[in-house]
């Protein structure tokens, strides 16, 4: 949920919400609704007293600095009947920080009772977490570090990774192939997105489903790599779709290799020591009925499409 008079009325764009939506599919969580909200304290309880109780986890973006309408600490306190109180210690290092503006920025510290603060370097006001509600700045140079800070409370088992394919063809020829694939594969969302062009018809199909864990195995085929060039060759099979940050591809390699699938040890060969990868006997056996499964809904796609 993204908090501003200038979000809802379009003056600015939801960026946050737009990278929080990229960020989260990265760690695997699945994104339910995005909303914009405007800077009425009403608003934003109404929302975060209805959501919060049916997701595990709502993120809001926005109105914790300190001018009339930031008013989000002040909404999330009504939403869960709580008073706000200050932590001292916050509110010492903001006057310390701010000494032109001691008192204002020292506000920035009243957060809902039981809430627990989050803090970056030299950020302004803090964030906070109240039971499943994550609370960030709107600045998006502060919301996405400070965001960092929690990510691994939010990361779940598998990340989510994608699929697409462009046809010339329109959306009402394929809606039937569409169907079906999304009735034999029900763990994947399978979407369309038509376009019109100068040459003619266009419908990007899209499918989404965790297959990282799947392509670090087939990379992992080909010989022993550290995980730096294992995100080089996922970038350069992929032809550049697939750029995934390091902290997406090293919690799988170590899920990988909780799970017997990869084995890794420290190699200094270069002169720099890094930890080196290998596909296991088991690994081998798990990408092998991936690719089964993904050959499986590809056929199954573009089969129709042909």
């Known amino acids: 949920m993204t908090i501003g008079n200038e979000v809802v009325s379009g003056d600015i764009e939801n960026t946050n919400a ?3 939506a990229r960020r989260l599919e990265e760690l695997g969580v699945v994104v339910k609704l995005v909303a914009a909200v405007p800077d009425e304290v009403d608003a934003i309880a109404d929302i975060v007293s ?48 701010f000494q032109r503006a001691p008192d204002y920025a020292a506000r920035w510290a009243r957060l809902p009772r039981g809430a627990r603060p989050v803090e970056i370097e030299h950020g302004g006001a803090p964030g906070f977490v109240l039971q499943n509600v994550f609370v960030f700045p709107g600045l998006p140079g502060e ?16 990340p989510i990774a994608a699929w697409r ?13 569409l169907v079906e694939a999304g009735r034999r594969y029900p763990d994947v969302l399978v979407g ?47 032809g550049g779709s697939l750029d995934l940050p390091e902290g997406t591809v090293y919690p799988a390699l170590h899920r990988l290799e909780a799970q017997g699938l990869v084995r890794s040890a420290w190699s200094s060969g270069t ?8 596909l296991t006997r088991r690994g ?18 573009e089969g129709v499409f042909a």
């Open 165 to 177: 394919r462009t046809f010339e063809t329109r959306e009402s020829e394929i809606a039937a192939v």
């Open 50 to 97: 209805r959501e919060a109780p049916r997701v595990d986890h709502l993120l809001v973006t926005g109105g914790l600095g300190g001018t009339p309408d930031d008013v989000t600490r002040e909404a999330v306190s009504a939403a869960f009947g709580l008073e706000q109180e200050e932590h001292p210690e916050i509110a010492a290092r903001l006057r310390a920080r």
């Open 271 to 278: 002169g720099r020591r890094r930890r080196v990868y290998r």
């Open 284 to 301: 081998r056996g798990t990408l092998a009925e991936r690719r089964r499964e993904w050959e499986a809904l590809t056929r199954a796609v």
């Open 192 to 238: 369309s997105y038509p376009a019109f062009t100068p040459e003619g018809p266009r419908v990007d199909a899209e499918a989404l489903k965790g297959h990282l864990d799947g392509l670090i195995l087939a990379i992992l085929s080909g010989g022993p790599a550290h995980g730096y060039a294992l995100i080089e060759e996922l970038r350069t099979r992929s």
């Open 143 to 158: 919301m996405r570090p400070m965001f960092e800070t929690v990510a691994d409370e939010l990361r779940r088992e598998q």
């Open 18 to 20: 737009s990278w929080l």
